[in-house]
């Protein structure tokens, strides 16, 4: 049978693209070496490895901000070398969202305006940036904090907040440095859920973690070893 030309399955668009990236420190220690894998929309990949491998640094050129010292690092077809601070900048803002293990929350402002920052930069009204963070804190269940300040909310709530947060601008790309570190396990488990449904809009995932049960929950896993990408799965 012939299937139309636009209901054939498409694989999944490629969002971050790694070609053999060095990374370098004046040290002349080499933290990555050669590194290359590419990251698509709507997966999810873990990144694992013991202690002082180099996976912060991978998160960090991955998300515009950090450099590496060679290769090629293109983020939706767009090559990264050759851009100006600024435009690096404004691609990070548009098409990046990260989510720390520490939460990162901006402490003098409520739950809802936290949620709203990243929307800032779009020019939208100051309605309608609350409006699109009030619907994002109710994906992450939390419509009854919304003016709540950082320091009342408890560590689930606060990293729920960041995921909101995360998420709001529809990015294309979630970078998540041991985003359940600091949480018991049924609230890391709510906070993968969330982290985990951007699949759903699109997002390619990216979870760096120490945690097994974390890391099996996500399509692919890479393994770093003293600066070299291995993949597991
Ligand atoms: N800005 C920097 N300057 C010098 N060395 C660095 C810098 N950032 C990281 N490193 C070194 O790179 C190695 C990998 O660090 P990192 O990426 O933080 O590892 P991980 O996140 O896997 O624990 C470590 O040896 C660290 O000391
Ligand atoms: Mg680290």
Do not use: C
């Given at each position: 049978m012939q299937v139309p030309v636009e209901s054939q399955p498409t694989s999944p668009r490629i969002v971050a693209s790694l070609d053999r990236i060095c990374r370098s420190f004046a040290s002349d220690q080499?933290?990555?070496?050669?590194v290359s894998f590419d990251l698509r929309s709507g997966e999810s990949t873990a990144i694992v490895g013991p202690s002082g491998s180099g996976k912060s640094t991978l998160l960090g050129i991955l998300g515009l901000l950090d450099e590496p010292t060679s290769g090629d690092y293109a983020v939706n077809g767009l090559?990264?070398?050759?851009?100006?601070d600024r435009e690096r900048t404004r691609l990070r803002r548009e098409r990046i969202a990260f989510v720390f293990?520490?939460?990162?929350?901006?402490?003098?402002?409520t739950a809802v305006e936290n949620v709203a920052e990243p929307l800032r930069?779009?020019?939208?009204s100051w309605q309608d940036r609350r409006e699109r963070a009030a619907a994002e804190l109710s994906r992450v269940g939390l419509p009854h904090r919304?003016?709540?300040?950082?320091?009342?909310?408890s560590g689930g709530e606060q990293q729920r907040v960041a995921v909101a947060r995360a998420l709001v601008a529809a990015p294309d790309l979630l970078l998540c440095d041991?985003?359940?570190?600091?949480?018991?396990s049924r609230n890391a488990s709510r906070v993968l859920d969330l982290i985990l449904g951007a699949r759903t809009r699109g997002c390619a995932v990216v979870v760096v973690t120490h945690d097994p049960s974390v890391a099996e929950r996500c399509g692919a896993e890479l393994v770093v070893t003293d600066g070299r990408v291995e993949r597991r799965r």
């Open positions: 080499r933290v990555l070496s050669d090559h990264t070398a050759g851009l100006r293990q520490a939460f990162h929350l901006v402490p003098h402002l930069i779009s020019g939208r919304a003016w709540a300040r950082p320091n009342v909310l041991e985003p359940t570190g600091n949480l018991d």
